[in-house]
């Protein structure tokens, strides 16, 4: 079994990622894409799933670890009264070439380490066969998938496994390198380590440099943007969910999901993030992958898509793995690339119309396609579906979708007055108008005194946070306010908001953990309606929860207070990106996406 999710790290080269715990074992690599079949899966399996484990021999030496400066180059010191060194693990920037480099170096006295490597590909299961070469090089292949391990050290076979026992000298470097290849492709010319780690730092400083961003969050959204630009599949420009698949939601239960794909509704927050940041060329970049992705037929839109724009993700389960602490099952593929979610034509049109208004240059195509998507829109509004959680308990009128609805034809009409492009707007004001009043009359309940999950409800939901910022209503509506103290005394669990309660039935079983995107809408919220001193403090509470490298997943157990969920998890610090600007910055994103201030009124 693997560690908790906190005690890991990622790196990352822009093709995929891996996990290290603090252990030093690498226990999850996907290889070449984020969406490949594992080769370490001790993350959701144990020991004989596959990892590469490289650590001080002495149990008891001192360990600490952190990034390098403004990068994702990640370093772990080991220290005892005989000597000290540092690992160094990256994966380096050798596009398309796949490598892991680590990197041990002496830095006082003597110390003695051990490295144990097994590579099990075909998410833990396939077991390669191994050669070692004239050069001592070893090799593994087993069907497509060959790798080749090049290092001064021998490592020996042990049964399943090779390892080794070595020393390192101050002022020592001993360096191992991990490649991957197709078996029947030639294998990838050597990599000096000293070289490839000279080059990942100067283009991780490069990036880092061009960040737009200040006040006394700096750092901690530095991190958070780097997160995403690690989790970039730089040929497509699309940003995966998350580089991992069935960490739970609920330790020990079934809500297990792959998030190694791309969904269109982090479309909008997603270019909000990187643009607040500085970051318009991968704004763009999204955007291309975004009309890429989607292509011509809108009736064929899906909610998500492979990362390089694939439509067919079938759902299978790996009954062979037991699972992060036997939550089962272990999916690979996700069954919800089907459903209907109608709140997603209302994202895409949103972040086209962000974009457009905060200067990237428009698309040649992006207006036919949005016309077309409205179209559609117009016979589909009016339907059930599963919504923006995925829910496999059957189709509702979602009050989320419906106004993600309103925000699509809403974001159209903007595009035509404020950018002179053609559309029939009367049309569009109409609908406009029918699904506005819609939603106030079915999704508002007085008795709850909130809109709730779904018309005529009295559930609660958290995604209806975002109807105020999505300009749905004024901030200073009284609607407003009142569903954000009721979710306040509902869904807000030890200072987090949970999405929704499971226990009225989602098609699943068990409970999960607080939606840690969810309460930074909240904090957004709580800026929105003036509370300002509770809103920093809710994310002062939020940010504390990070890992010690600055790291979030998808939930959080409170009464454990562990991290649960994919890790890290985009959404998360997509959310921690945009509140941080929501509290430091006049021009607050949030009021410039809804079109109102907190104060009341347009903004302009």
Known sequence: MGQCIEDYAMIGDGQTAALIGIDGSADWLCWPRFDSSSCFTRLLGDESNGRWLLRASDGSAKTARGYQDHNMILETRYETAEGAAVVIDFLPATRPDCHFVRMVRGLRGTMAFTTELMIRPNYGVAIPWVRRDEARDLHFVVGPDAFVLRSEIDLVADEMRHGAEFSVAAGETMSFVLSYHLSFQPTPDPVDADTALRTTQERWSQWSSRADVGGPYREIVLRSLMVLRALIYHPSGAIVAAPTTSLPEELGGERNWDYRYCWLRDATLTLLALMNGGYVGEAKRWRRWLLNAIGGDPSQIQIMYGIGGEQRIPETTIDA??????????????????QLQIDIYGEVLDALYQARKRGLAPDDDDWTLQCELLTHLETVWCEKDEGIWEVRGGPQHFVYSKVMAWVAFDRAIRSVEEFGLKGPVERWRKLRQTIHDEVCSKGWNERVGAFTQSYESDKLDASVLLASMSGFLAPDDPRIRRTVEAIERTLMKDGFVQRYLTEGGDGLKGGEGAFIACSFWFVDNLVLIGRHDDARAMFERLIAIRNDLGLLSEEYDTGRRR???????????????NSACNLERDNAPAEERSGHSAKGGATG
Request: aromatic share 10%.
């Open 563 to 577: 991290l649960i969920g994919n890790f890290p998890q985009a959404f998360s610090h997509i959310a921690l990106i």
């Open 321 to 338: 793995l037991a699972g992060y602490e036997n939550s089962k099952p272990v999916r690979v593929g996700n069954a919800a690339a089907g």
